[in-house]
């Protein structure tokens, strides 16, 4: 029985995805969260629907916890594995988490770069989705600023971030052909990412009525998973939805793809890579 390791389960999307995949009785389903009420529920419910799951705690939020994580998954996880990355921060104001960093920067990049890393190296991973978003072609890196937060902005930080982790599976997938990579951007959807206070975030809750629920954009992921071969070997492909198109200019800027490299490499290694090193291997 294949895993599917899911994180961010038990909220918006990754909690949808969960319930919607609670029929598969060929997969098990690792689910990763915060907290742990919340998964033991949930965990609770995928039972109850005649599903199989297990619950993982664990927190992305700085990179000796990612790597805690990383460690429980590689006790949890068999060979042949679907990962999902769904978990995400999208910031109202600066934060800087333990390590000095931008928190953000952390949970949407660093953080799940050093959770796969362990399950990577002892081939435990068969395929890798990233529930990405469409606003990384707003994303600009800068090398000095961008993993502390100097250059904050509520809307450009969350586009940087996600440019970043998008870079990085890219790189992997080049130097894994053996793994299947898919990079999409899931739709609009009605969650609490993003959520703010005041009348921004009053405004901003009337807007997302519009949006799409949680469950139909679990549907669509069910469906993508579903596909024997998401990208060509050696390489990841770019959906928006469900539709393949062309990945934004930004993630193919040699000047932006070397400085994320870099940036990555000394911030998980503490050492600068060399000419043909990639992030997130």
Known sequence: MPDLVLTGATRGIGHALALALAEKRDTRLVLVARDQQRLDDLVATIVARGGNAVAVPGDLGSLDGARALSEHLLGVVEEGATLVHNAGLWPSQRTLTADGLEAAFVVNHLGPLLMQRPLLQAGRLRRLLVVSAGLIALGRFDEER?????????????????????????????????????????????TDLGARKGPIGWLLSLVKRAWESPEACAARLVRILDRPRWSPPGTARWLIEEDERPWPSNTRDEATVRAVRDATATLTTGSSPSPQTRAGT
Do not use: W
């Open 146 to 190: 961008t993993p502390r937060g100097d250059d904050f902005s509520a809307m450009r930080t969350y586009a940087n971030t996600k440019l970043c982790f998008a870079i990085a599976q890219r790189d992997l997938a080049e130097r894994h052909p053996d793994l299947d990579v898919l990079v999409l951007h899931p739709g609009v959807v009605r």
